[in-house]
């Protein structure tokens, strides 16, 4: 199993940035060749993936944050990263992290808000 900890949200001005980390432990080898994604759920809405990177960082986006957001990894720090950029406030939500496919428990997320 692989143990998740998502980090690096906060509240934001519409057209602000965020650096959202996702922390990997347990069976990292596992974590290392499976795909990765970023979730988020926002208040009475179902959980939606939003961005994707391979094993070997081929990348897909949800229509909603494509050209927004950018999904990366770090193999050697066992780590996901997603910076949003020009958010908007139809942005807030919890953002989790998981794999792609029979997911591992989910970590607590991370908080996002933008607002003025």
């Known amino acids: 199993q692989v143990q998740l900890v998502e980090s690096g949200g906060g509240l934001v001005q519409p057209g602000g940035s965020l650096r959202l980390s996702c922390a990997a432990s347990g069976n990292i080898l596992m974590f290392r060749i499976y795909a990765m994604g970023w979730y988020r759920q926002a208040p009475g809405a179902q959980r939606e993936l939003v961005a994707s990177?391979?094993?070997?960082?081929?990348?897909n986006y949800a229509d909603s944050v494509k050209g927004r957001f950018a999904i990366s990894r770090d193999n050697a720090k066992n780590t996901v990263y997603l910076r949003m950029n020009s958010l908007k406030s139809e942005d807030t939500a919890v953002y989790y992290c998981?794999?792609?496919?029979?997911?591992?428990?989910w970590g607590q997320g991370t908080q996002v808000t933008v607002s003025s």
């Open positions: 990177i391979a094993s070997y960082s081929s990348t």
């Open positions: 998981n794999n792609i496919g029979q997911h591992w428990a």
